[in-house]
């Protein structure tokens, strides 16, 4: 098959907002939609390259989809390139998210509005398990790393430990048992095959030889990352000199860019974080309340982590101060998102032209390994954490022998509930149905279960 000509920059632009609009799915499969349009279809790079990159994105904090579209941008049309291409990955969930949380503020306590949202806490919670058992499945291999994800679920949910702190460990020994040479850590926590067509480097636009612009060049990288660096850092550091520490915009920036900094692990891992914190500490928003947000998440295009925006934006439209609750939403809302995705775009742009010092090292790699065990048990605390709080009314906590609890009150058990999550779970993981049709069939069945209860 012959070579398509190298896109110009306005070609390329088409296809990256093609992408982000097609974009659902989650990671999973954004991954494979960059994969069958920019390898099968495109050829704009082969499949040991578009590996290559993907597996250096999973070294990163942040979205890996996002992240690999930044890279593969920068690849083929250099900064500007991957500016444009990461941005045209986030904006539609942007949009999409920020018209769903005003149209949730505004009716989310309308019988209809909120018996839909009932039923997306079904199939969310079914979507999470599947995620735990599929990561699970990938990474969790022998007795070791099985032992990483028992003591991480055990520290989160348990111990409330937190999660860069869960992260930081397992990263250390994974490290250390990499360097004493353990077998248990001498597995890749990298992706395998991706699509159906394998393209040869040698047969794709940028070949098998690294355009020049991608050379490893320390004044470039330097710069470029004073640039990021200050669009990040500069409006965080304002907010909290101009309105204070304890101002709710000031926490947005602030927690958030730590998430930026510690979400090793992909999405899910991160929502674990986020509802340990946002719920629990800050209180922007109830466990319900994040249910739902994911579930807008899950139904719109761009990547999964476009919840924190949701997270954001319920957390101003509470603590408005002297705005309007929407107007301060809005604004919660876009710098949750500003401080989330412009560190993506720092990683790469730093670190892209240092790649191959990265390239198959197996430290650096069994870090990474034991890192997503630990993701394998923060998420199942995601998942039981979200279970209690879709299928019961009522969670108390119950300490005991230093632990903390989240416990079920039996007599708030909701049937209705209970049975829409059984039949997500059968939907998914029995019959493999997709993503988007559980979402719409869960959504259809809690608005006719509530409107046939009358509630």
């Known amino acids: 098959m012959p070579i398509r000509p190298y896109p110009t920059l306005t070609e390329a632009t088409r296809i990256w907002a093609r992408i982000g609009l097609l974009s659902f799915g989650g990671p999973a499969g954004q991954i494979a939609l960059m994969h069958r349009i920019l390898v099968e279809e495109q050829r704009w790079l082969g499949e040991k390259r578009f590996l290559h990159a993907l597996n250096y994105c999973m070294l990163l904090p942040g979205p890996e989809a996002m992240q690999l579209a930044v890279y593969i941008g ?4 250099r900064t500007l390139g991957g500016i444009i291409a990461g941005a045209l990955f986030v904006l539609p969930g942007v949009v999409t998210i920020m018209a769903l949380s005003w149209v949730y503020a505004l009716y989310g306590n309308v019988g209809a ?5 009932f039923g997306l806490k079904a199939a969310v919670l079914a979507i999470v398990v599947q995620a735990v058992i599929r990561i699970g499945a990938r990474v969790l291999h022998n007795g070791t790393m099985i032992a990483i994800a028992i003591a991480s679920f055990i520290a989160i949910f348990g111990f409330a430990v937190p999660f860069p702190l869960i992260i930081l460990v397992s990263g250390l020994i994974g490290f250390v048992g990499a360097r004493a040479g353990m077998p248990a850590f001498r597995g890749s926590g990298g992706h395998g095959k991706v699509g159906a067509v394998q393209v040869d480097d040698a047969d794709s636009l940028l070949g098998k030889e690294s355009p020049g612009h991608t ?7 330097f710069r470029v990352s004073a640039v990021f660096l200050i ?21 947005i920036a602030g927690f958030f860019s730590v998430m930026a900094v510690v979400t090793f692990g992909g999405a899910y891992a991160v929502l674990a974080y986020v509802a340990q914190e946002a719920v629990q500490n800050f209180g922007w928003l109830a466990p319900g309340e994040m249910l739902d947000g994911l579930g807008m998440a899950e139904t719109t295009p761009g990547p999964l982590i476009m919840v924190t925006q949701f997270v954001g934006f319920m957390g101003a439209f509470r603590d408005a101060g002297g705005l309007s609750p929407l107007m301060a939403a809005t604004l919660g809302g876009l710098l949750t998102t500003w401080v989330t995705f412009i560190p993506c775009f720092l990683w790469i742009f730093l670190g ?3 790649i191959e010092r990265l390239r198959d090292n197996k430290t650096l790699t069994a870090a ?16 039981v954490w979200f279970g209690l709080h879709v299928v019961f009314d009522e969670v108390r906590i119950v300490t005991a022998l230093g632990l903390r609890l989240d416990m079920p009150v039996w007599s708030t058990l909701d049937i209705a509930a209970g049975a829409l999550v059984i039949a997500a779970l059968v939907a998914v993981l029995r019959f493999k149905v997709g993503t988007l049709p559980v979402l719409a069939g869960s959504a259809l069945a809690g608005l006719v279960i509530r409107l046939s209860l009358g509630v």
């Open 215 to 221: 050379q490893v060049n320390r004044a470039y990288a």
């Open 113 to 117: 509005v909120e018996a839909l949202f």
């Open 368 to 383: 990474l390994t034991a890192i997503t065990a630990a993701v394998v048990g923060v998420i199942g605390n995601l998942a």
């Open 352 to 354: 892209a032209p240092f």
């Open 231 to 251: 669009l990040w850092l500069a409006p965080v550091a304002l907010l909290f000199a101009a309105l204070g520490p304890a101002h709710v915009f000031a926490q």
């Open 74 to 77: 920068w690849l083929m049309h």
